[in-house]
C-alpha cells in the first residue's frame, strides 16, 4: 500500500490522484479535452483507491468541466469517508461576487458530493488574490466549512514569492498547493515557496511534480546519468522521489492517464526512501542540462485552451519541445506540427492566453516570431 502522511487527525496518501489529464477516446487532441475515456479513467481510479491513494483532485474547468462529473461518479461506489475529495473556486472566472456560489453549487452538483475534504482558492497570484480579497472569498468559504460543505481551505499557487507572503500571512490555511519538481525548485523559486509554506506551518500539496511529463521523457544524456544511477528505476521516478524526500509535503498529485504511470508511482511512494545527498546533485544537474535545451516552459495544463482563434496552443509546444530534447527529428516536429489543425499562424495575438499561464509564458510572442520561423 502507498505510504500515507498525517494530516490533522487523520492520514493522507503520499500518492493523489490528479484528474486534469484524464484518459480521453481522441488522445491526439490535447486542449482541454472534455472527452474522457470513463473505462479507462474508471479503471485508474480503482486501481489507485486499491492501493491506498485516497486523494483525489478535480477543478471547475478540468476537461471543460467534465472532470468533476467523471470522478464524482467515479468514487461514488465507495464509502464517503474512505476518501478525501479536492476541488477549486476559480476567482477569474467569477465577474460578479454573487458568481462564487453559483460555481460553488454547481460543483457540489457535478460530483454529487454534498462536501468537498479540501477546497482551494484557485491559481493565485497577486492579480487573483486581490479579486478574492475584493470578493470575500475566504469568508465565503469559512461560511461554507461552517454548514460542513468544505472540511479544509487552502490555495494553489502561480505568483510570485511577495505573494505567497501576502497570501500566507493574510489569512489561517489548512494546507497549500504548488508547483514543485527539481526542474522548478530554481527556476520558479518553489525551494522558497516551500519553505514560507514550512515556515509557517502549512502543509503542502504539490502540483506538476513532473512537470506535465516533461521529467519523465528527457534527452539521452540525461536519462542515461539517472540510469547509470540507478539502473532499475524509471526517469519519472526520480521526479516524484525529488518531491517525496522533503517532509512537508503532504501529498503529491499526479495526472496520470496510463495504469503503467499509475503503477510507478505506487512503486516509487511505497515504503519510500527519501533522497540523499548524492541523489539531490544528480537531479540538480538534471535541471542545468533541461535548461540549456531552451525548450519551451509548457507543462500541457491547457488553461490557455479558450483561445479565441482554437489556437492548439499546448500541442505546438509540445511538438517545438519534443525537437529540443531530440523526443523526434526536425522532419519529424515539423510532420506533427503540420498535423495540428489550428497552428501559430491564427494567432491574433489578444494575449487572453497569457494571461492564464501559470507558468507566465509569453505565448503570443512566441507564436508570432519563434513558433513559424521554426517550423518553416
Given at each position: 500500500?502507498?505510504?500515507?502522511?498525517?494530516?490533522?487527525?487523520?492520514?493522507?496518501?503520499?500518492?493523489?490522484?490528479?484528474?486534469?489529464?484524464?484518459?480521453?477516446?481522441?488522445?491526439?487532441?490535447?486542449?482541454?479535452?472534455?472527452?474522457?475515456?470513463?473505462q479507462k479513467a474508471q479503471a485508474l481510479v480503482d486501481l489507485a483507491y486499491e492501493n491506498g491513494?485516497?486523494?483525489?483532485?478535480?477543478?471547475?474547468?478540468?476537461?471543460?468541466?467534465?472532470?468533476?462529473?467523471?470522478?464524482?461518479?467515479?468514487?461514488?461506489?465507495?464509502?464517503r469517508e474512505s476518501y478525501f475529495l479536492a476541488d477549486k473556486l476559480p476567482i477569474w472566472m467569477c465577474p460578479k461576487k454573487a458568481d462564487m456560489e453559483k460555481i460553488f453549487q454547481k460543483q457540489l452538483e457535478r460530483t454529487g458530493h454534498s462536501y468537498f475534504d479540501f477546497y482551494l482558492l484557485h491559481s493565485l497570484n497577486k492579480d487573483n488574490f486581490e479579486k478574492c480579497e475584493k470578493f470575500g472569498a475566504y469568508d465565503?468559504?469559512?461560511?461554507?466549512?461552517?454548514?460542513g460543505q468544505i472540511k479544509n481551505i487552502g490555495f494553489s499557487f502561480h505568483g510570485t514569492v511577495d505573494d505567497l507572503k501576502n497570501i500566507v500571512s493574510a489569512h489561517k490555511w489548512d494546507f497549500a498547493q504548488i508547483q514543485m519538481n527539481y526542474l522548478d525548485w530554481k527556476n520558479q523559486d518553489a525551494k522558497t515557496q516551500y519553505e514560507i509554506l514550512t515556515d509557517a506551518g502549512i502543509p503542502v500539496i504539490v502540483m506538476e511534480p513532473v512537470r506535465g511529463g516533461k521529467l519523465a521523457n528527457l534527452s539521452s544524456d540525461i536519462e542515461d546519468m539517472f540510469k547509470a544511477a540507478k539502473p532499475d528505476n524509471s526517469i519519472a521516478s526520480w521526479a516524484i522521489s525529488f518531491v517525496a524526500s522533503h517532509s512537508n509535503v503532504l501529498t503529491i498529485l499526479s495526472g496520470m492517464n496510463t495504469v503503467e504511470q499509475l503503477n510507478d508511482n505506487l512503486n516509487t511512494l511505497t515504503a519510500f526512501k527519501p533522497f540523499d545527498d548524492k541523489d539531490y546533485r544528480i537531479c540538480e544537474n538534471?535541471?542545468?542540462?533541461?535548461?540549456?535545451?531552451?525548450?519551451?516552459?509548457?507543462?500541457?495544463c491547457d488553461y490557455c485552451a479558450d483561445c479565441p482563434q482554437g489556437v492548439k496552443i499546448s500541442s505546438i509546444f509540445s511538438a517545438f519541445n519534443n525537437i529540443k530534447t531530440g523526443n523526434l527529428t526536425k522532419e519529424q516536429g515539423i510532420k506533427l506540427y503540420n498535423k495540428i489543425d489550428i497552428r501559430a499562424d491564427a494567432c491574433v495575438a489578444c494575449g487572453k492566453c497569457a494571461g492564464h499561464c501559470p507558468q507566465s509564458i509569453k505565448i503570443p510572442e512566441l507564436m508570432k516570431d519563434t513558433i513559424p520561423n521554426y517550423f518553416k
Open positions: 500500500m502507498v505510504d500515507k502522511r498525517k494530516f490533522k487527525d487523520t492520514e493522507v496518501s503520499l500518492l493523489g490522484l490528479g484528474t486534469m489529464r484524464l484518459p480521453t477516446k481522441t488522445p491526439l487532441k490535447r486542449e482541454a479535452n472534455p472527452m474522457i475515456n470513463y491513494v485516497n486523494y483525489f483532485d478535480t477543478a471547475y474547468m478540468y476537461h471543460l468541466g467534465k472532470s468533476e462529473k467523471f470522478i464524482g461518479t467515479a468514487l461514488s461506489k465507495y464509502p465565503f468559504l469559512l461560511k461554507k466549512r461552517e454548514l538534471a535541471a542545468a542540462m533541461i535548461n540549456k535545451s531552451e525548450v519551451i516552459p509548457c507543462t500541457g
